[in-house]
């Protein structure tokens, strides 16, 4: 028997892949991971961001009594009055949940700013924020309505004296 001389280049030989057979999933698991989080940061950054609204909240109003002043107040206070003026409609739509309707005979969220009330409330004052905040991502009139019940809804609970 003759041996052949053996090169100096060795042969590709199949490597065994040790998960069953299957390919491994880093690449494209790291791809995706990659995709998702530029998606993210890209959605962060665009909803952050003031946009016009779908539907300008417009109309006649409920509560028209004049609005107070924001020069009134100072800091946040004074702001949340400063939103009343700018989306009275919006405002007008809203069911204020810190239940001024039933303990001062109030009409919506608007008829907090027509007095000091909106001043010295929370619940009010978040309400207001929050459906400014809403009103600039550009959502409808309907979706702030809904979006504020699913945040601030609460059972009555009658003050004790």
């Not at 998702?36 to 962060?44: I, S, V």
């Not at 004049?66 to 700018?86: C, D, H, N």
């Not at 019940?149 to 004296?161: C, G, L, N, S, W």
Request: hydrophobic share 30%; proline share 6%; aromatic share 10%.
């Amino acid at each position: 028997m003759t041996r052949k001389k053996a090169s100096s280049k060795k042969k590709a030989t199949p490597t065994k892949n040790t998960s069953g057979g299957k390919r491994s999933l880093k690449k494209p698991v790291l791809g995706a991971s990659a995709l998702f989080l530029a998606g993210g940061l890209l959605w962060a950054f665009q909803s952050s961001r003031k946009r016009k609204p779908v539907a300008p909240a417009t109309g006649n109003l409920i509560e028209t009594r004049p609005i107070l002043s924001p020069a009134i107040f100072t800091g946040k206070v004074s702001r949340a009055y400063r939103i009343a003026q700018e989306i009275p409609k919006v405002l007008d739509s809203q069911f204020c949940y810190c239940y001024c309707k039933k303990e001062h005979n109030h009409k919506n969220l608007l008829t907090c700013y027509t007095s000091k009330h909106g001043s010295k409330c929370g619940i009010c004052l978040n309400e207001v924020f929050y459906s400014y905040e809403l009103y600039n991502q550009g959502k409808t009139l309907d979706e702030i309505v809904t979006m504020i019940d699913d945040k601030f809804y609460r059972p009555y609970q009658p003050r004790r004296t």
